[in-house]
Nanobody
Framework: VQVEESGGGLVQPGGSLRLSCTGPGFSFRWYPMSWYRQAPGKEREWVASITKDGGVKKYADSVKGRFIISRDNAKNTVYLRMNTLKPEDTAVYYC???????WGRGTQVTVSS
């Protein structure tokens, strides 16, 4: 299993970012996928999930209405579009196939003016 997250960076409050998650040599199409995040000094928390076919999406209350999870199984990629970012969204973001005990390195998102 290998998962690679990318797309993080420094953004001002109110800005947007799109995170990507790919799985070199590992097919995502058979798995529901989720995004998680871990802020400094806090436990890792669930952010969003998407079913195998992309038909059902769920979000944590803290990001509902601002974040959008999507996937392109042909490209073996899962995305997290993050809009109206807030300083409290600052964290390392991880994607994970549901039911697979593996964590990638994550991608850092920093929201600051």
């Amino acid at each position: 299993v290998q998962v690679e997250e990318s797309g993080g960076g420094l953004v001002q409050p109110g800005g947007s970012l799109r995170l990507s998650c790919t799985g070199p040599g590992f097919s995502f199409r058979w798995y529901p996928m989720s995004w998680y995040r871990q802020a400094p000094g806090k436990e890792r928390e669930w952010v969003a999930s998407i079913t195998k076919d992309g038909g059902v999406k769920k979000y944590a209350d803290s990001v509902k209405g601002r974040f959008i999870i999507s996937r392109d199984n042909a490209k073996n990629t899962v995305y997290l579009r993050m809009n109206t970012l807030k300083p409290e969204d600052t964290a390392v973001y991880y994607c994970k196939p549901d039911g697979v005990d593996y964590w990638g390195r994550g991608t850092q998102v920093t929201v600051s003016s």
